[in-house]
């Protein structure tokens, strides 16, 4: 079987992640099977949405193919996948028709990427959502530094240092999902988007998703508001550190305990690219800022460290360097965000002219 099953079934046109061993790692094939089966999709008139699923019981899709990219020597495979990955997010945030992503279980990284920018997006009680690049030396990409910022206040910038997963109740809170389906009506879901008929439109689709839909109760995140904004509104990580530990809950000093786990380079790299992702123009913008510091923190970062250790010897152990947050050098970052490549999106669609 493809790792990406195509199919339409009515006028359901349906794609299917279909690595489940590997919690459905997205590679560089399946982008261009999901991509050529869009413009399918496209062509096809009598399709009315299209549907991202993931295939077995644990998740929608855990993030890219980290072993891939680690055992990999070709840097120009890495910058390839990126560029196809990243032009990919775009196409589904802006696609033609209604897109429905469902986030069932583990949804992670990459897998943000591609259901975070559908125009439905749908969490179950077993979705548990997260971009938690922090902890293997890289930073919130996928267009993750666009809507991270978006969330309420301070929360974006909470769940993009610390890497925490949430519940449905909290990935809709924080903007990352729309609606609520219980997993056990999810069939009842593809069915009913199967029969709509070819013109039913945004519309439509709202009402059959709105039709099966239910209250996700109250979000989790939402309790330690009052924190977070104010911790978290900081644009120095020490700054940050500083004041959960002059808060002295204990949620701050669990908060804390969690931001000192993680790469102290990815730390200050993500801050600043959420605050500069606040003040983007659009979503193309802050994928190519994180393009060209991908391909940055993969020639001269921390991420084929954290990769070793979470992925390849599993010691749970990453020698990050620098190993403090004193040590980090901020012009070093700001050498990260320069152009590397060519661009992956015209400088019109970036705003920068």
């Given at each position: 079987?493809?790792d990406?099953?195509?199919?339409?079934?009515g006028?359901?046109?349906?794609?299917?992640l279909?690595?489940?061993?590997?919690?459905?790692?997205?590679?560089?094939?399946?982008?261009?099977?999901?991509d050529?089966a869009l413009?399918?999709?496209?062509?096809?008139p009598?399709?009315?949405?299209?549907?991202?699923?993931?295939?077995?019981e644990?998740g929608?899709?855990?993030?890219?193919d980290?072993r891939?990219?680690y055992?990999?020597?070709?840097?120009?495979a890495?910058?390839n996948f990126?560029?196809?990955?990243?032009?990919?997010?775009?196409?589904?945030?802006?696609?033609?028709?209604?897109?429905?992503?469902?986030?069932?279980?583990?949804?992670?990284?990459?897998?943000?990427?591609l259901a975070?920018?559908?125009?439905?997006?749908i969490?179950t009680?077993?979705?548990?959502?997260?971009m938690?690049?922090?902890?293997?030396?890289?930073?919130?990409?996928v267009g993750?530094?666009?809507?991270?910022?978006?969330?309420?206040?301070e929360?974006g910038t909470y769940?993009?240092?610390t890497?925490?997963?949430?519940?449905?109740?909290?990935?809709?809170f924080?903007g990352?999902?729309?609606?609520l389906?219980?997993?056990?009506?999810?069939?009842d879901?593809?069915?009913?988007?199967?029969?709509?008929?070819?013109?039913?439109?945004?519309?439509g689709?709202?009402?059959?998703?709105?039709?099966l839909?239910?209250d996700?109760?109250?979000?989790?995140?939402?309790?330690?508001?009052?924190?977070?904004?104010?911790c978290?509104?900081?644009?120095?990580?020490?700054?940050?550190?500083?004041a959960l530990?002059?808060?002295g809950?204990?949620?701050?000093?669990a908060?804390?305990?969690?931001?000192l786990?993680?790469?102290p380079?990815?730390?200050?790299?993500t801050?600043?690219?959420?605050?500069?992702?606040?003040?983007?123009?659009?979503?193309?913008?802050?994928?190519?800022?994180?393009?060209?510091g991908?391909?940055a923190?993969?020639?001269e970062?921390?991420?084929?460290?954290g990769i070793?250790?979470?992925?390849?010897d599993?010691?749970?152990?990453?020698?990050?360097n620098p190993?403090?947050l004193d040590?980090?050098?901020?012009?070093r970052?700001?050498?990260?965000?320069?152009?590397?490549?060519?661009?992956?999106?015209?400088?019109s669609?970036?705003?920068?002219?």
């Amino acid at each position: 079987m493809s790792d990406v099953i195509v199919e339409r079934v009515g006028a359901l046109g349906r794609l299917r992640l279909n690595r489940p061993k590997a919690l459905n790692a997205l590679t560089h094939g399946m982008v261009g099977a999901i991509d050529r089966a869009l413009d399918r999709f496209s062509a096809d008139p009598g399709i009315a949405v299209v549907l991202l699923t993931g295939e077995g019981e644990r998740g929608l899709c855990a993030g890219g193919d980290l072993r891939t990219l680690y055992e990999s020597t070709d840097t120009v495979a890495a910058e390839n996948f990126w560029r196809d990955e990243y032009r990919l997010d775009v196409r589904i945030a802006q696609f033609e028709k209604p897109f429905v992503a469902v986030m069932d279980g583990i949804t992670m990284g990459g897998g943000v990427g591609l259901a975070g920018h559908a125009a439905h997006r749908i969490v179950t009680e077993r979705s548990r959502v997260a971009m938690p690049e922090t902890g293997i030396g890289y930073f919130p990409d996928v267009g993750g530094t666009w809507l991270l910022p978006r969330a309420p206040g301070e929360i974006g910038t909470y769940l993009g240092l610390t890497g925490e997963p949430v519940g449905a109740p909290d990935a809709i809170f924080c903007g990352f999902a729309d609606a609520l389906v219980p997993s056990a009506a999810l069939p009842d879901l593809i069915d009913a988007l199967a029969a709509l008929p070819p013109d039913a439109g945004e519309a439509g689709v709202r009402a059959v998703i709105a039709r099966l839909a239910q209250d996700p109760g109250s979000a989790p995140l939402a309790a330690h508001r009052d924190v977070i904004d104010r911790c978290f509104a900081f644009d120095m990580v020490d700054e940050i550190l500083a004041a959960l530990d002059a808060d002295g809950s204990n949620f701050a000093v669990a908060t804390r305990k969690t931001l000192l786990t993680k790469a102290p380079t990815s730390l200050v790299l993500t801050l600043c690219l959420l605050r500069l992702g606040r003040a983007s123009p659009n979503l193309e913008a802050c994928l190519e800022r994180e393009f060209h510091g991908s391909l940055a923190v993969l020639a001269e970062g921390d991420l084929r460290e954290g990769i070793r250790a979470a992925v390849i010897d599993k010691d749970k152990s990453p020698r990050w360097n620098p190993a403090t947050l004193d040590a980090v050098d901020p012009g070093r970052i700001a050498r990260w965000l320069e152009k590397r490549a060519e661009p992956v999106f015209p400088e019109s669609r970036t705003g920068a002219v």
